[in-house]
Structures are given as structure tokens and as C-alpha cells.
């Protein structure tokens, strides 16, 4: 499997990191919060075609692979942008592969008419737990009792407060929603978006915790005691080494489960789990050492770290700790334990 990227891989990624710094530098995270949503930002995106990417040309969008997803969802994650991006790029190639019964909500979110988002906890007797962006999307598509829908959402959400300022709220589904596919075929359609979701976040993961290396290794330079930097001291640039190791090899494998979709589908569900799992503890441990490098102006919420810190655990908590991840991982490699 070739991990490089081609001419036109590394001009996508570039676009959006000039997106991101011209769109969601650290003051207009800092201003977005406690709703971590950005319209500003929601519409730079649309008007880069960002959800229009995810999407098969023949369904009305520009056909990217999953890596060219994953290259976006990097450069994501060092922002630790505003938006839930990820969640709409999942949701809107969902409704693509459902046919059509999500036709036509598929044209509204394609013509940026509608934010819809993906919920990546199953939903039980109409009730659905904190569902990334559903404290400002306009529906969200969802696996809930043997049924993959597409739920509006009005009254019906109640806005979860989180220290990591996302946009969560808990969902009642109602009458309204359009079924999109039950039993089996549902199963398969969400599980399959689950993959997709658990490997762009791991990208992202690995995106936010590059970002927060590069920001403990900057203040390491220019922060000085006993008359040396502190990042000569080995207490300090170690760490950081084991981190930035960590968060290249997360990186690399969150890459590799994006071009398992097209090279080693029978390995997706695998890859995936597991890069979100690794991801995720490189993050924690990045932003968590970075933070502490910073002493106690890490915990100040003037600085970039502290954003970095506590986005990157509200992001894979959505979903569960990496145990829950490497449960998916085991069940894809040996089979789903009985009972």
C-alpha cells in the first residue's frame, strides 16, 4: 500500500490548510465557544465544496476518495475547527449510498441548504445520546432500533454543555422521520459510515495532535530557566520527541484506513477502529504534555494549547474510549462475541 501523496493529494491539502488559517485561526475558535459552531466558517466550507467532495458524481457531488477525506480531516484537526465536518461528510454520503429515499434531502445538504449530521452512537427507543453537531444541524441520519433514518431536529434536542465546546444534544426522534433502510441492509449502510467516521476522525486526531506538538515544541524554545531554553532539558524535549513519533505513526495508520476502502475493504472495519483508537491516545497524551510544558499558562484560556487539550477528547468521546474501539477491532478480527 503507497501512503505518498500525488501532486494533486498534496494541492487539496494545502487548499484547506489556507482555508483553515484564513477561516478558523485560534481567536475565532476562542469566539466560537461555548457553541463550538462557526457560520462564517460552515459557509467558507460550503463554498470550498467541502460536503460536496463526499459524494459519487453520479449522486450529484465531486466523487473523492476516502483519502482525499482524510486529508481534509487533517488539516481539520490542527485547527480544531468550529464545524462538525467530519459528521457532514459522513451523513451526506450515507444519504448518497441510501438510494433514493435520501434523494432528496441529499440535494438540500449538496445545494447548502440543509446542515445535516451523523450520529455514531446507535439511538434506543427513539432517544438518541449526544449526537455530534446536533445542537445546530437541521436533521441527522442515525442507526435507532433496527432502522437507519433521517430525523429532523427542532424542538426536539435538548443542548448537552461540554468542556470540549462542541455542538452536542441529546435527540428525541419523532414522527417525522424518513426511513431509509431497515434490518439488515440498515446495519450494513451505518456500520459501513461508522468506518468512515472512526478513520476521519483518527486522521483529524492525528492532525490536532501534530498541531499540539508543534505548539509545546514552540513555547519549549522561547520559555527559559537557568539561563537555557526548557526544551533542552531532556524532561521536556523527550516527551515531546515520544509524541511526535506517536502522532506520525497515527497519522500514517488513520491514512492507511482510508486507502483500506478501495485496497483492502475486507480490513476497513478493522483499520479503522484501530487507528481511531491509537489516535485518540496520541492526542490525550499530546495535548496533555504540551499543556503541562506550558506550566500554568496552559490552563489559561488565553492560549492555543488549552483548545487543543480539551477539543481532541470531546471529538472521540462521542463514540466511546479506545477500548470501545479496540472492541469493534477484535470483533472485526475474530467475530462479534455471542450474547
Same mark, same amino acid.
Given at each position: 500500500?503507497?501512503?505518498?501523496?500525488?501532486?494533486?493529494?498534496?494541492?487539496?491539502?494545502?487548499?484547506?490548510?489556507?482555508?483553515?488559517?484564513?477561516?478558523?485561526?485560534?481567536? $475565532? &475558535?476562542?469566539?466560537?465557544?461555548?457553541?463550538?459552531?462557526?457560520? $462564517?466558517?460552515?459557509?467558507?466550507?460550503?463554498?470550498?465544496?467541502?460536503?460536496?467532495?463526499?459524494?459519487?458524481?453520479?449522486?450529484?457531488?465531486?466523487?473523492?476518495?476516502?483519502?482525499?477525506?482524510?486529508?481534509?480531516?487533517?488539516?481539520?484537526?490542527?485547527? !480544531?475547527?468550529?464545524?462538525?465536518?467530519?459528521?457532514?461528510? !459522513?451523513?451526506?454520503?450515507?444519504?448518497?449510498?441510501?438510494?433514493?429515499?435520501?434523494?432528496? @434531502? @441529499?440535494?438540500?445538504?449538496?445545494?447548502?441548504? $440543509?446542515?445535516?449530521?451523523?450520529?455514531?452512537?446507535?439511538?434506543?427507543?427513539?432517544?438518541?445520546?449526544?449526537?455530534?453537531?446536533?445542537? !445546530?444541524?437541521?436533521? &441527522?441520519?442515525?442507526?435507532?432500533?433496527?432502522?437507519?433514518?433521517?430525523?429532523?431536529?427542532?424542538?426536539?434536542?435538548?443542548?448537552?454543555?461540554?468542556?470540549?465546546?462542541?455542538?452536542?444534544?441529546?435527540?428525541?426522534?419523532?414522527?417525522?422521520? &424518513?426511513?431509509?433502510?431497515?434490518?439488515?441492509?440498515?446495519?450494513?449502510?451505518?456500520?459501513?459510515?461508522?468506518?468512515?467516521?472512526?478513520?476521519?476522525?483518527?486522521?483529524?486526531?492525528?492532525?490536532?495532535? $501534530?498541531?499540539?506538538?508543534?505548539?509545546?515544541?514552540?513555547?519549549?524554545?522561547?520559555? *527559559?530557566?537557568?539561563?537555557?531554553?526548557?526544551?533542552?532539558?531532556?524532561?521536556?524535549? *523527550?516527551?515531546?520527541?515520544?509524541?511526535?513519533?506517536?502522532?506520525?505513526?497515527?497519522?500514517?495508520?488513520?491514512?492507511?484506513?482510508?486507502?483500506?476502502?478501495?485496497?483492502?475493504?475486507?480490513?476497513?472495519?478493522?483499520?479503522?477502529?484501530?487507528?481511531?483508537?491509537?489516535?485518540?491516545?496520541?492526542?490525550?497524551?499530546?495535548?496533555?504534555?504540551?499543556? *503541562?510544558? *506550558?506550566?500554568?499558562?496552559?490552563?489559561?484560556?488565553?492560549?492555543?494549547?488549552?483548545? %487543543?487539550?480539551?477539543?481532541?477528547?470531546?471529538?472521540?468521546?462521542?463514540?466511546?474510549?479506545?477500548?470501545?474501539?479496540?472492541?469493534?477491532?477484535?470483533?472485526?478480527? %475474530?467475530?462479534?462475541?455471542?450474547?
Amino acid at each position: 500500500m503507497d501512503l505518498s501523496l500525488s501532486g494533486e493529494q498534496r494541492q487539496l491539502a494545502d487548499s484547506f490548510a489556507a482555508l483553515f488559517a484564513r477561516e478558523s485561526p485560534s481567536e $475565532r &475558535v476562542r469566539a466560537a465557544e461555548p457553541s463550538g459552531f462557526d457560520p $462564517r466558517l460552515w459557509k467558507a466550507l460550503l463554498r470550498m465544496g467541502a460536503v460536496q467532495m463526499a459524494v459519487d458524481e453520479a449522486a450529484g457531488g465531486w466523487g473523492a476518495s476516502e483519502v482525499d477525506l482524510a486529508l481534509i480531516a487533517e488539516q481539520f484537526g490542527r485547527a !480544531v475547527a468550529s464545524a462538525p465536518l467530519i459528521e457532514a461528510l !459522513v451523513a451526506a454520503r450515507l444519504l448518497a449510498e441510501s438510494g433514493e429515499t435520501g434523494a432528496g @434531502l @441529499l440535494s438540500a445538504v449538496l445545494a447548502g441548504e $440543509r446542515l445535516v449530521t451523523f450520529a455514531p452512537r446507535p439511538g434506543r427507543g427513539g432517544w438518541l445520546e449526544l449526537v455530534p453537531g446536533g445542537a !445546530v444541524a437541521d436533521q &441527522v441520519v442515525a442507526l435507532a432500533d433496527g432502522r437507519l433514518l433521517a430525523a429532523p431536529i427542532g424542538n426536539d434536542r435538548t443542548a448537552v454543555g461540554n468542556l470540549a465546546s462542541m455542538p452536542l444534544a441529546d435527540i428525541t426522534i419523532g414522527d417525522r422521520s &424518513v426511513v431509509l433502510a431497515e434490518g439488515a441492509r440498515a446495519g450494513d449502510l451505518f456500520s459501513g459510515a461508522l468506518d468512515l467516521w472512526l478513520a476521519l476522525t483518527a486522521v483529524a486526531l492525528a492532525g490536532a495532535a $501534530r498541531k499540539a506538538v508543534e505548539i509545546g515544541a514552540d513555547y519549549a524554545r522561547q520559555r *527559559h530557566a537557568f539561563g537555557a531554553p526548557i526544551g533542552t532539558f531532556q524532561a521536556v524535549s *523527550h516527551p515531546l520527541a515520544d509524541s511526535a513519533t506517536a502522532a506520525d505513526g497515527a497519522r500514517l495508520l488513520g491514512l492507511k484506513a482510508a486507502c483500506a476502502f478501495a485496497d483492502e475493504p475486507d480490513r476497513v472495519r478493522e483499520l479503522a477502529a484501530m487507528a481511531f483508537a491509537f489516535a485518540y491516545e496520541t492526542a490525550r497524551d499530546a495535548t496533555r504534555r504540551s499543556l *503541562h510544558i *506550558h506550566g500554568g499558562y496552559g490552563f489559561g484560556m488565553e492560549g492555543d494549547i488549552q483548545l %487543543y487539550y480539551r477539543r481532541v477528547r470531546g471529538w472521540a468521546m462521542v463514540f466511546g474510549d479506545p477500548a470501545t474501539a479496540l472492541d469493534r477491532v477484535a470483533d472485526a478480527r %475474530y467475530g462479534a462475541v455471542a450474547g
